[in-house]
């Protein structure tokens, strides 16, 4: 069982020392048993109906805050055990536990064993040492030999217990389930693993990365930027909706955009209105954004003309005259017209 016992005032200042260095490590000597109900307080100096005290005691630090400790009574006394006290070789009353409920019943006939696992509120059991008696069983952890308790094949499949101890049986009984799930035996379990150890993913094409399975692998595909996709000669990555949106354009009535792996061939277009005139002319025209290289056509399409070849109708052309505007040209006798223009180029 697990119990908190609770250092007296007259402990603690033994234990302070102790820690402090002034003094040797406190050492228990003796245990102090009572079967009065009393109620623990750090002022108490002597275990309240106390009736016997054992001096075979023995104890060992299982942990920074748990101590295993021991104690035997051969005797043929009877009693209910209510409460318990520690005293160290000076006779101080060092820490002391009460309960209203017995905590064990002793019979004649029986020699009693008293084992207990002692929490402390603080890293203070490294501190603490106990008699000569050489009849300790401490509990087993990773650094203390002792006392274990077997796993249950419960316990064993559920792997959440780090208190108990798997025994081969119920190690193998889980190996067999493993290797009946894998449709081999446990000795195949080894060949299985081994086999999957030896195989490799690896990226291919536009996927690089990958490796053996002795770790986790990444496999990655570069996403082509918009330089990447304004040349449109990269074979190593991919074009994705976002890296096409950030090609220049503007989607309106007067506007443009660019074509991808095209080396940044691009389109523009608007529309103007011309009024008549009564004599050749030209006016430049803007177009919605700049090319970067060639500025190679201009198409005209008008509304309002009667084109129609007579020496009276218009003629009206467009003719590249700059990356960023082209020349409009019209003959004599212009009459007003709407003129919607697309521009070709990179």
Sequence with gaps: MAIKL????????????????????????????????????????A??????????????????????????????????????????????????YGQGIPIFRKVSIASFLLALDI???????GDIIFGNANFL??????????????????????????ERAVTPLKLKARLDALATALGTDVEGLEAIIAA?????????????????????????????????IFAGIADYCAVTPAALSSLPRSLASVGHC??????????MWGNLALPSHGSAGSQTVLLPDSYSN?????????EGSNNEGDEDDEII????????????????????VNVAFLSLGR
């Design 317 to 336: 052309s467009a003719t590249p005259s700059a990356l960023g505007s082209f020349t409009l040209a019209w003959s004599a006798n212009h009459s007003a």
């Design 137 to 162: 069983l401490p509990p087993a952890t990773e650094t203390v030999k002792g006392v274990i308790e077997i796993a249950t094949h419960a316990e064993t499949a559920a792997g959440t217990d780090d």
């Design 119 to 125: 929490a402390f509120g603080g890293g203070v059991a």
């Design 47 to 96: 275990l309240p109906g106390e009736f016997k005290r054992l001096d075979a005691v023995s104890g060992q630090a299982v942990s920074e805050t748990i101590i295993h400790m021991t104690a035997q009574d051969s005797s043929t006394d009877v009693y209910d055990l209510r409460g318990i006290a520690l005293y160290l070789e000076d006779g101080t009353l060092f820490a002391i």
């Design 196 to 228: 999957l150890l030896a195989r490799t993913i690896t990226g291919v094409g536009l996927v690089t990365g990958g490796g053996n399975l002795t770790a986790s692998r990444a496999l990655t595909v570069l996403a082509a930027d918009q330089a990447d």
């Design 6 to 45: 609770l250092i007296t005032n007259a402990g603690l200042e033994a234990l302070v020392d102790a820690q402090a260095g002034e003094t040797d490590a406190i050492r228990v000597t003796e245990v102090g048993l009572t079967a009065s109900t009393f109620t623990p307080a750090p002022t108490i100096t």
């Design 294 to 302: 060639s500025h190679f056509r201009v198409f005209l399409s008008l």
């Design 258 to 267: 660019m074509f991808p792996g095209t080396g940044g061939f691009r389109m």
